[in-house]
């Protein structure tokens, strides 16, 4: 792609895209001139492509039980909390002499044990809140409790890339989620990348296949319908190219989770550094009969890790790309009467990658002490995971504007070559 | 200000918006305001579009009349409006439905039958045929409530009282319930009828039907929410989604209200309270004390001031826009709380107020899929949801399949509606419409691949283990793919394709006309005579925002070339289909999106 990025404070969103537009269209005369900005673009480049890694973001909505995730089946407090869901030691895929997988999880525990696969305990944060939709917007702002605008992984494409060039952020999902939106980015936003195509007769090609007119709109809602028009001119020859030509032999299992949309774009070098991805529609909300269900959605979701690791690996990028793995929140200790768990507190979070360190980080939370609602007490801040991932992955320096606070990061990666 | 862009042909050279000083004036605007374009401004939100006649019908009247006639719907005949048919798909032994597959199988295993089916006494696979009926009525109700999808989507197209149907569909998004969870067609139709027949009534009547609504007990756990053992589901949506919204409750509020909730609960498609399950201690809910039950909490949660504010802003957000002042939440939410919880005062202030057709209101809302599909249709002059393209397929790819929202939370409306895949596929689904696939596969007749891939070995003469076995591409084969049939007493790959074939055999297909559209007799009728005024036309047809830049331009010389002519009578024989391509370049500008 074009290294044409520029960084100009002052400009907004809207004029750099035009600016962008231009630098590929015809109108090369404009009053907006490349020069204008030509000296910051090296510099923005530059941090842009500091060490070129990617992170996948993983989203298992609904609030996974952690607790029947990774067991903990050498505590007796986990079965006296959970008479009849507690998952009997002789079916769990033990990973130590403490903690095993879930039965299904075969995947997750073939990562863990080729050291792939980090597990952090106890995440959460001070005052937690219970509903999916409060809980989850926390995690997707990284600010709980305060009505942050923006997402955090739109606001990390933000600070990596303040030019915003195309195609740097991508959401598989049916709708954009709260975690890309950013101030500076148009997320390319997909999901079905055989229908992210405007499909034209060939004598519309004239004015179908038309720049988006570069003008000045009074109508806000006007202005993001053509900024969006742009990005998906931008992109979807792109995605769609990529995905044509990805054959992938691994079996990804029965959901895959878009996880090998992911892989055709990192295969076919799309410029994204940033993919954001779902477990979508609130499933892990197992509140009755949660068993089976619960069961199905581990093993979907673990195959399809795993499934993906071994993809890059197949495509030569294992050890450019971590995913990382979470949930707003786990489930309340005591199963509940219905054969399910009802809203809980602290939770685990998984980080897997050919370069991560696998192995356990964060303090395990009590099983014996917890809070007033039978929930545990989180040990670990969730936004400590982040500025890893930030700081410790993408290699950016700026944890603290970003998250808003100091997050001490884990050391959770392999030493790089030089 | 008249702008030269705007179709002269039918619109007057009257403004589109009152001045900016109109913005959060909720004073009535004046009958000598009231123009051609205001008109067409309130056939698009309070309703799905309007057609020119019907906006000219409108912008006769003095404002206060024109809203009288949308919200005072009652004089309107709804008879043409034919009730939904049913398929007449359920079976008697279906209810209770158990939850899941295993809990059948474990339940005839324990019990010899389930579902209204014994367990056969010898021989193999002795489950199958219960099997089979639990995959049935899981497809079949699927399959008839996207008919119910149908009837309600041609209610909303065909209603001679169009806000009684987006006042629906706005309690749809906001009572939010879905059929993947709810699993039976009847309660979501029940459901449906309840907001199309209380929609725009008394909002504390509503929030109790609802709180009594068979598909809003299953959806949120009500049968698991007993004495003792409460489940905090409902109570919390109640407060957080349905009424309050976050800030104005705590954590035990939400559990007394659980308690006070216990024993609701329904048996088939009828609201029951079953006394003993019911926790009649005393609770304190919101700084009261008494043995409360659901019908107490309720009145309680609507003495709030917060939730007038809260229903009032909801309601003025979804047709106004996206960004009420405070203040004009305050002052929308005491109207609510004067009236009684009544709807149709607040509705009228809305439509009525100088705010509504203030430039921050007209023509900065971004349709969702539903009001896309349905507006394009209404204003095709179109008097049946086509067959082809599929409607649920169609809402469903572009974000809001109607009975299926995806969470309790509904849908994110607003700019969430596109995404840059999501606007494409807009422009293609106006492809579908005007140019409909000679190839097309009727979804509801036809099963997913892996359905059919069964099928076809069973057809061959496969035994069923063979024919079941998953297709495999080479390497190794996931875990959920091994896992997937393990016992011999039943095969539950056979039983899905089973209930397939039973579910088509009773549920009714759904008509496939495609879209009868004729644009040459359209724009003939508005005695249309050249290219331009024809573009002119369709622009101000079809979009509340005329295309910026030069695309007018283009569209001009586009169909002068496709035509050979400026001269509309000269191709008059063969116009059709460049107006057509034309048509569906508007339709795919980004500016058609908004309303």
Request: net charge negative; no cysteine.
């Given at each position: 792609m074009s290294a044409d990025y520029f960084k100009f404070s002052q400009a907004s969103r809207r004029d750099l895209l035009r600016a962008a537009m231009y630098g590929v269209s015809v109108s090369a005369g404009s009053a907006l001139r490349m020069s204008l900005f030509g000296q910051a673009a090296a510099a923005v480049a530059a941090e842009a492509e500091s060490n070129g890694k990617i992170l996948v973001v993983l989203e298992l909505s609904g609030g996974n039980d952690g607790l029947n995730t990774l067991i903990p089946y050498a505590d007796d407090a986990y079965y006296k909390h959970r008479p009849n869901l507690g998952i009997p030691r002789k079916q769990v895929r033990a990973i130590d002499d403490h903690f095993g997988f879930s039965h299904g999880m075969a995947g997750f525990e073939r990562l863990y044990k080729n050291g792939q696969l980090a597990i952090v305990h106890g995440c959460g944060y001070e005052n937690p809140s219970f509903s999916h939709f409060t809980s989850m917007a926390y995690w997707q702002t990284a600010a709980p409790n305060s009505g942050e605008p923006y997402g955090w992984v739109g606001r990390l494409a933000d600070a990596m890339a303040p030019g915003a060039p195309p195609n740097f952020l991508v959401d598989i999902d049916s709708h954009q989620s709260l975690a890309v939106r950013s101030k500076l980015h148009v997320p390319v936003v997909f999901d079905d990348p055989n229908r992210f195509t405007r499909e034209v007769f060939a004598v519309e090609r004239t004015v179908a296949d038309a720049a988006v007119p570069a003008i000045k709109v009074d109508n806000p809602s006007q202005g993001y319908l053509l900024d969006i028009a742009r990005s998906a001119r931008s992109s979807s020859a792109l995605v769609r190219e990529a995905w044509a030509k990805y054959k992938s032999p691994v079996d990804y299992g029965l959901v895959s989770l878009d996880l090998p949309k992911v892989a055709a774009l990192i295969q076919a070098g799309m410029p994204a550094r940033l993919y954001y991805t779902s477990y979508r529609n609130n499933a892990f909300d197992t509140h009755v009969f949660q068993a089976d269900v619960h069961q199905r959605l581990l093993t979907y979701a673990s195959d399809a890790v795993a499934a993906f690791l071994a993809d890059l690996e197949r495509i030569g990028r294992a050890d450019d790309v971590v995913v990382m793995i979470f949930s707003e929140f786990g489930r309340r200790v005591p199963e509940n009467v219905n054969l399910g768990t009802d809203h809980g507190t602290a939770n685990l979070m998984f980080v897997a990658g050919k370069q991560v360190k696998g192995g356990h980080y964060g303090k395990v939370p009590s099983l014996t002490d917890l809070d007033s609602g039978d929930n545990l007490i989180f040990t670990t801040d969730f936004r400590r995971v982040y500025a890893t991932m930030i700081s410790g992955w993408l290699g950016y320096r700026g944890t603290r504007e970003l998250l808003h606070a100091d997050f001490e990061s884990f050391d959770m990666f392999r030493k790089r070559e030089a | 200000m008249p702008d030269p862009e705007r179709p002269v042909a039918i619109s007057?050279?009257?403004?589109?918006a009152g001045p900016s000083a109109w913005q959060n004036d909720l004073a009535p605007i004046a009958s000598a305001d009231w123009n051609y374009n205001f008109a067409a401004h309130l056939l698009e939100r309070a309703g799905f579009g309007g057609r020119p006649d019907e906006i000219h019908a409108l912008a006769k009247l003095t404002p206060a009349q024109a809203i009288a006639r949308m919200v005072r719907?009652?004089?309107?005949?709804?008879?043409q409006l034919a009730p939904f048919d049913e398929?007449?798909?359920?079976?008697?032994?279906?209810?209770?439905?158990?939850?899941s597959r295993p809990a059948v199988t474990d339940q005839a295993k324990e019990t010899g039958h389930a579902l209204g089916i014994d367990v056969k006494r010898a021989g193999n696979r002795r489950l199958q045929p219960i099997v089979n009926e639990f995959f049935y009525w899981l497809r079949a109700s699927v399959l008839e409530t996207h008919r119910v999808a149908y009837w309600w989507a041609n209610r909303m197209l065909t209603s001679p009282r169009p806000l009684e149907e987006k006042m629906a569909l706005f309690w749809h998004g906001h009572f939010a319930s879905n059929?993947?969870?709810?699993?039976?067609y009847r309660k979501l139709l029940r459901q449906v009828e309840l907001f199309q027949s209380q929609?725009?009534?008394n909002f504390r009547k509503l929030l109790l039907a609802v709180a009594q609504d068979p598909a809003m007990l299953v959806f949120l756990d009500a049968g698991v929410n007993i004495k003792g053992a409460s489940n905090e589901n409902f109570a919390r949506e109640i407060m957080e989604l349905f009424t309050m919204g976050v800030g104005h409750y705590t954590e035990k509020d939400i559990r007394e209200a659980a308690r006070a909730f216990t024993g609701w609960n329904c048996v088939d498609i009828k609201f029951v309270v079953n006394k003993d399950q019911h926790d009649d201690g005393e609770k304190t809910f919101l700084g009261k004390t008494g043995p409360f039950d659901g019908s107490d909490v309720i009145n309680i949660i609507l003495d709030q001031p917060a939730t007038a504010d809260f229903i009032a802003a909801k309601i003025y957000r979804f047709f106004v826009r996206q960004d009420p002042s405070p203040q004009l939440q305050a002052t929308l939410g005491s109207k609510l709380r004067n009236a009684n919880y009544e709807l149709k005062p607040l509705l009228e202030t809305i439509f009525l107020s100088r705010d509504f057709y203030s430039p921050a209101s007209v023509g900065t809302a971004i349709k969702s899929p539903v009001e896309l599909a349905v507006g394009t249709y209404h204003k095709l002059g179109l008097t049946a949801i086509p067959g082809v393209p599929d409607f649920n397929s169609v809402t469903g790819a572009l974000g809001q399949q109607l009975l299926s929202p995806?969470?309790?939370?509904g849908w994110n409306a607003g700019q969430s509606w596109v995404t840059p895949g999501l606007l494409l596929e807009r422009g293609n689904f106006a492809r579908d419409v005007l140019f409909p696939t000679i190839s097309f596969i009727p979804p509801d007749r036809y099963g997913s691949p892996d359905i059919r891939s069964v099928a076809d070995r069973i057809r061959r003469g496969m035994d069923i283990t063979e024919a079941t076995k998953p297709d495999t591409k080479s390497g190794d084969l996931a875990e959920s793919n091994m896992a997937a049939d393990r016992d011999e007493e039943f095969n539950t790959r056979y039983g899905s394709y089973r209930g397939w074939q039973m579910a088509i055999e009773r549920v009714k297909a759904i008509p496939r006309d495609t879209a009868h559209i004729n644009l040459t007799k359209i724009i003939t009728g508005a005695e249309i005579k050249t290219t331009s005024d024809a573009i002119d036309y369709l622009i101000g047809r079809f979009m509340r925002v005329p295309p910026g830049g030069e695309v007018r331009q283009k569209l001009i010389a586009f169909l002068d070339y496709e035509l050979g002519t400026a001269d509309l009578a000269a191709a008059r024989t063969y116009m059709e289909d460049s107006l057509r391509l034309a048509l569906h370049l508007i339709m795919s500008q980004p500016e058609y999106q908004l309303a």
């Open positions: - | 007057p050279a009257a403004p589109t719907f009652e004089d309107a005949d709804p008879t398929s007449g798909i359920r079976d008697p032994g279906l209810e209770p439905f158990p939850p059929e993947g969870k709810v699993r039976d929609g725009t009534g995806p969470t309790v939370a």
